[in-house]
T-cell receptor, first 112, second 115 residues
Framework: KQEVTQIPAALSVPEGENLVLNCSFTDSAIYNLQWFRQDPGKGLTSLLLIQSSQREQTSGRLNASLDKSSGRSTLYIAASQPGDSATYLCAVMLSNTGKLIFGQGTTLQVKP | GAGVSQSPRYKVAKRGQDVALRCDPISGHVSLFWYQQALGQGPEFLTYFQNEAQLDKSGLPSDRFFAERPEGSVSTLKIQRTQQEDSAVYLC?????????????FGPGTRLTVL
C-alpha cells in the first residue's frame, strides 16, 4: 500500500529565508507527483506537477524535485514571504485514472 | 463556472441523519473525484467518476456512503445515518480527462460536523 509522508509537520521561518519541504513515498511505481497549497477554509491549489520521467519542475520562486528510485521529493521555496503561509501537501498519482494519495501536509508560517 | 463549486459549504447534522453534498465540476471536465479530509490530515480518496460511470469506489469507508453523477456533470455524495467519525471536510475535484498529466482542480469543500 502506497504511503506518503511529509516532514516536518510544521515549520516557522522569518521572511526572506529559503526553505525545503520534504515528501517521501513507499512505492516508486507512480505516474506523477504533485505539490498543492491549501489555505484555511479553502480547497487545494496545484503548485507543481512532476511527471514520473522528470526530475524537477520550477514555477517562480518554487522548485520541486523528484527522485523516484529513492521515493523522495522536495519543494524548495526561495525568499519566503508572509503570503506563502499555508499548508503544503504532496500527492502521488498511482495510475492513469488520476487517483491521488496525499501526505499529511506541512503547515508553513512565514513571519514578517 | 470559473471553478469547482460545492454546496453547502458547511453542514451540521445530528447523528443518524442523512446528508447530501453537491459538487459542480468545471464545465467539460470528464473526471470527478471525491476526497475526505479529517482535521490535520491530508485528503483521502473516496471515489472517482469518468463521465457518469463510477470507475473506482474503493475509498468509500462504508456502505453508508453513496455517490452518483447521473448526467456526467454534477455529482452528489450522500451519507446515510451519519456518525461522529464522518465529521470531516469533503473535497471534490475535477480534471479534463483524469489522465496522468492532468491537473485536478479542487473545490472549497463542504465541512460536515456530526453532533
Amino acid at each position: 500500500k502506497q504511503e506518503v509522508t511529509q516532514i516536518p509537520a510544521a515549520l516557522s521561518v522569518p521572511e526572506g529565508e529559503n526553505l525545503v519541504l520534504n515528501c517521501s513515498f513507499t512505492d516508486s511505481a507512480i505516474y506523477n507527483l504533485q505539490w498543492f497549497r491549501q489555505d484555511p477554509g479553502k480547497g487545494l491549489t496545484s503548485l507543481l506537477l512532476i511527471q514520473s520521467s522528470q526530475r524537477e519542475q520550477t514555477s517562480g520562486r518554487l522548485n520541486a524535485s523528484l527522485d523516484k528510485s529513492s521515493g523522495r521529493s522536495t519543494l524548495y521555496i526561495a525568499a519566503s514571504q508572509p503570503g506563502d503561509s499555508a499548508t503544503y501537501l504532496c500527492a502521488v498519482m498511482l495510475s492513469n485514472t488520476g487517483k491521488l494519495i496525499f501526505g499529511q501536509g506541512t503547515t508553513l508560517q512565514v513571519k514578517p | 463556472g470559473a471553478g469547482v463549486s460545492q454546496s453547502p459549504r458547511y453542514k451540521v447534522a445530528k447523528r443518524g441523519q442523512d446528508v447530501a453534498l453537491r459538487c459542480d465540476p468545471i464545465s467539460g471536465h470528464v473526471s470527478l473525484f471525491w476526497y475526505q479530509q479529517a482535521l490535520g490530515q491530508g485528503p483521502e480518496f473516496l471515489t472517482y467518476f469518468q463521465n457518469e460511470a463510477q470507475l473506482d469506489k474503493s475509498g468509500l469507508p462504508s456502505d453508508r456512503f453513496f455517490a452518483e453523477r447521473p448526467e456526467g456533470s454534477v455529482s452528489t455524495l450522500k451519507i446515510q445515518r451519519t456518525q461522529q467519525e464522518d465529521s470531516a471536510v469533503y473535497l471534490c475535484a475535477s480534471s479534463f480527462a483524469g489522465l496522468a498529466g492532468d491537473t485536478q482542480y479542487f473545490g472549497p469543500g463542504t465541512r460536515l460536523t456530526v453532533l
